[in-house]
């Protein structure tokens, strides 16, 4: 059966197992957010990247207490399709939000204790499009705004932003006959995916 495709988030399988970085959290009443270091990831899984074209540029780690909400935003100080790859520890039950701005609102700009740039608006200036169940390991465009409802349990995500030295920036996976195209340039997110399993 062929995978149903949107633009807004894709599950995936990859055979080689994903090792967590234990990072201290100062606070685990409160969200917390640092930088992932790409040294933290294990040889095997970038040379499994590496093997496709692909490399990580950088790297951020996220913690949600139980119950939390994050806020509607995007990682991005405009509106853009922008992937990164996402893995989840905990959390389960947690969901994914995805909303359009309303024509004539106005986008807001922030920046992050990371100090990396963000855009948000206000819930009445945004229409819901779309919604998933979040694991481990997905796609997440995270350049359109977003939020997270997490389940009863801490969630620990690290995403990374992935790179091709060919096509740029904003790339999620190479296109590969026997998986899945994933380019973003010209604005096609998750152009075509013709199975999940990455192998």
């Not at 949107?6 to 957010?33: G, M, S, W």
């Not at 119950?67 to 100080?77: A, K, W």
């Not at 997440?140 to 060919?166: C, L, M, Q």
């Amino acid at each position: 059966m062929a995978t149903r495709v949107n633009k807004y988030h894709l599950p995936l399988e990859i055979p080689v197992a994903f090792k967590f970085p234990d990072y201290p959290v100062p606070n685990t009443q409160r969200h917390y957010h640092a930088r992932f270091h790409k040294a933290d990831m294990t040889d095997e899984f970038k040379g499994w990247l590496n093997l496709r074209g692909l490399y990580v540029i950088a790297g951020e780690y996220f913690y949600t207490p139980p119950g939390q909400t994050l806020e509607p935003h995007s990682d991005s100080s405009q509106i853009s399709d922008v992937v990164k790859l996402n893995w989840m520890q905990g959390g389960e039950g947690s969901t994914m939000d995805w909303y359009e701005l309303k024509p004539g609102a106005a986008l807001k700009k922030n920046i992050t204790s990371i100090h990396t740039l963000y855009s948000y608006a206000s819930p009445e200036d945004l229409e819901h499009v779309h919604s998933a169940t979040i694991g481990s390991p997905s796609l997440v465009n995270v350049g359109r705004i977003h939020a997270v409802h997490n389940g009863n349990s801490p969630r620990y995500v690290y995403g990374a932003n992935g790179g091709h030295p060919e096509i740029g920036f904003r790339v999620a996976m190479v296109p590969e006959p026997s998986s899945l195209s994933l380019l973003l340039a010209g604005g096609a997110v998750f152009a075509a995916a013709r199975r999940r399993k990455l192998d």
